[in-house]
């Protein structure tokens, strides 16, 4: 009979237990954002030089069913620093998985479209997710200074990432949202959680 009472109760602690994370995961999220309050620069007068411009990948619009231009608008704004003299060097990271699918070459050949020479791009083909992006950045390209280009609600943590690990990074934000709705804003909590992990271990990708 107890042994019956106390499964009874196991859902009650599971639903408990997922509550909780998501409470810090929520809270996680608040902390990771206040990073991109601080180091995001909307005024590009005040952006410091850096050793190149870090553009964070996602899903190019029309692949794999992605149907906002999350990263059409990262490409724009990279394209913008370019033309006005705020950058000279930029490195694009993103995941490549097979021979069809390679979120570098994708960004390198539309910046190239957008008046940026391929001279000037640097790609790393494994930037599976943030932190790799981050990590590589320092540790495979040797920059210590970067200015990130994504939507803002991504840069916090990105900048988080960044500065925890060691680097000067500011932001400089895309129009439109990297978590646009409630499913897509529950996994932004969650991996800003993660990025406690991240900076804690410090796990090489």
């Not at 704004?77 to 390679?102: E, K, N, P, T």
């Not at 910046?111 to 790799?132: C, F, K, M, Y």
């Not at 280009?149 to 129009?175: C, E, N, P, T, Y």
């Amino acid at each position: 009979m107890r042994l019956r009472h106390a499964f009874a109760l196991i859902p009650g602690a599971f639903a408990l237990a997922i509550a909780a994370l998501l409470v810090l995961a929520s809270m996680a999220r608040g902390v990771t954002d206040a990073w991109g309050r601080a180091y995001v620069i909307d005024d590009r007068a005040r952006l410091p030089r850096v050793d190149a411009v870090l553009v964070l990948g996602t899903s190019p619009y029309g692949y794999r069913g992605q149907d906002q231009r999350t990263l059409s608008y990262r490409l724009d704004v990279a394209a913008g620093l370019w033309h006005g003299d705020f950058a000279d060097r930029f490195l694009v990271s993103g995941i490549r998985i097979g021979d069809d699918y390679d979120e570098a070459t994708i960004m390198r050949d539309e910046l190239v479209q957008r008046g940026v020479p391929a001279s000037a791009i640097e790609l790393d083909h494994e930037g599976n997710r943030t932190w790799d992006s981050i990590f590589r950045a320092r540790t495979v390209f040797g920059k210590r200074r970067l200015i990130i280009v994504s939507q803002r609600d991504h840069l916090g943590r990105a900048l988080f990432l960044a500065r925890h690990a060691g680097m000067k990074a500011w932001g400089v934000a895309a129009i439109g949202d990297t978590y646009a709705g409630f499913p897509d804003s529950i996994v932004g909590d969650l991996t800003s959680l993660h990025a406690y992990y991240d900076i804690t271990m410090k796990k090489a990708p």
